[in-house]
């Protein structure tokens, strides 16, 4: 597995909020939720090359 890098996420109260909501209501964790949410967002703009998809 690919080692994952680490940085600095300032949201917004109501934002984080909202967001750990929806991560426990797909018994995810809020850091895999929003990594999810970002994977998803960057394969339908077609951002991500095939290999880097898998990773």
């Known amino acids: ?3 994952k890098k680490a ?3 300032r949201l917004d109260p109501k934002v984080h ?3 750990q909501r929806w991560a426990q209501d797909e018994l995810r964790s809020l ?3 929003i990594e999810f ?3 998803r967002a960057l394969k339908k703009e ?3 090359k095939e290999e880097e998809r898998r990773g």
């Open 1 to 3: 597995m690919a080692k």
């Open 7 to 9: 940085f600095l996420l």
């Open 17 to 19: 909020k909202a967001m």
């Open 31 to 33: 850091n895999g939720h």
């Open 37 to 39: 949410l970002l994977r």
């Open 46 to 48: 077609r951002r991500l």
